[in-house]
């Protein structure tokens, strides 16, 4: 099983949209979770933190669920440039070393 | 955020030569640099963590003697492919992680070098 999981897709959705990835994660001493966008061809970008108590930046919303080891991404009125890839991440802290696992990412195509 | 380069952006070599990538951390000074390999259509695999001032961790599978990590300073590191082949072609990527206080956890990643191995 891989240690993060996640459907690459592609989602194919009509501009101003309402798009959800997901993800799991396999090792459950893990602390610490993100959300990059990575464009094609280049590196991979912050997107967001993501914590239990779920959280909110601007038309990006996501969730935590340590229980069932689910990290959720909402996007909200997709726009043309949301296109990318969205990674999610996880780092299992200092005793893992501090490393981050990256999952294969979803792929997002935002249509007009 | 802070910045972090890489250079050379992309490069093109023949088969059984060595290239270097360069890593620096151009605003804060980074004791644990990264280095990521990722292959078409793949995820990110971490190859190894670089620390200034010792030897470089690597990840299970990844040979230490072909991908050489010189971290000399907190600027600084290098990755050296040595006798590179054609299944090395890839997208390498370092990121580096600020001290701690500084974006907990976070780390700043490089515009990636390109490698393509004639």
């Known amino acids: 099983r891989k240690e993060v999981e996640q459907d690459p897709g592609p989602f194919n959705v009509p501009e101003g949209a309402t798009v959800a990835f997901n993800c799991t994660y396999s090792?459950?001493?893990?602390?610490?979770f993100f959300w990059y966008r990575q464009d094609c061809r280049k590196e991979p970008k912050l997107l967001m933190s993501?914590?239990?108590s779920g959280n909110e930046d601007g038309r990006f919303t996501a969730q935590l669920n340590r229980a069932s080891q689910y990290i959720s991404l909402l996007i909200r009125d997709s726009k043309l440039s949301d296109s990318a890839t969205y990674l999610c991440?996880?780092?299992?802290?200092?005793?893992?070393?501090?490393?981050?696992?990256f999952g294969t990412g979803t792929q997002l195509k935002v249509e007009l | 955020g802070a910045v972090v380069s890489q250079h050379p952006s992309w490069v093109i070599c023949k088969s059984g030569t060595s290239v270097k990538i360069e890593c620096r951390s151009l605003d804060f000074q980074a004791t644990t640099m990264f280095w990521y390999r990722q292959f078409p259509k793949q995820s990110l695999m971490l190859m190894a963590t670089?620390?200034?001032?010792?030897?470089?961790?690597?990840e299970q599978g990844v040979e230490k003697d072909k991908f050489l990590i010189n971290h000399a300073s907190l600027t600084l590191s290098t990755l050296t492919v040595t006798s590179a082949h054609p299944e090395d072609s890839s997208f390498y990527i370092c990121s580096a992680r600020p001290p701690p206080g500084l974006a907990p956890n976070e780390q700043f990643f490089g515009p990636g070098t390109r490698l393509t191995v004639l």
């Open positions: 090792n459950s001493a893990s602390q610490s």
């Open positions: 670089s620390n200034e001032g010792s030897k470089a961790t690597y």
């Open positions: 993501v914590y239990s």
């Open positions: 991440v996880v780092n299992i802290g200092v005793g893992g070393g501090n490393k981050l696992t």
